[in-house]
């Protein structure tokens, strides 16, 4: 199982960016994805994620509207737009694939089986 983090960059403070992550070796429409992030010196948080059986998506209470978590089977990827960025955004982000998850552990990174490599996100004030 292989999952490809990409999109980040540089962006300047209430800029956009579009993250993708692409999974191989999975059943993926079986698989409940989920986006982390790590600041330096901070533990992974949850920010987003999906539900393998379809569902509303879950967001971490710091979104605020700004995110929006999306999935495409038929392309294997999942997707996290963020708008409205703040310079506290900046982090590494992650990309998490679980089969086993439920609704009372989807914000735990523990329970995902499968990460990307990250991709960096900073934002400039």
């Known amino acids: 199982v292989q999952l490809q983090a990409s999109g980040g960059g540089l962006v300047q403070a209430g800029g956009s960016l579009r993250l993708s992550c692409a999974a191989s070796g999975v059943t993926f429409s079986r698989y409940s994805m989920g986006w982390f992030r790590q600041a330096p010196g901070k533990e992974r948080e949850f920010v987003a994620a999906?539900?393998?059986?379809?569902?509303?998506?879950y967001y971490a209470d710091f979104v605020e509207g700004r995110f929006t978590v999306s999935k495409d089977n038929a392309k294997n990827t999942v997707y996290l737009q963020m708008s409205s960025l703040k310079p506290e955004d900046t982090a590494v982000y992650y990309c998490?694939?679980?089969?086993?998850?439920?609704?009372?552990?989807?914000?735990?990174?523990?329970?995902?089986?499968?990460w990307g490599q990250g991709t960096l996100v900073t934002v400039s004030s």
């Open positions: 999906l539900k393998w059986g379809g569902g509303r998506p």
């Open positions: 998490g694939g679980s089969s086993s998850v439920i609704t009372s552990t989807i914000r735990d990174p523990r329970h995902y089986n499968y």
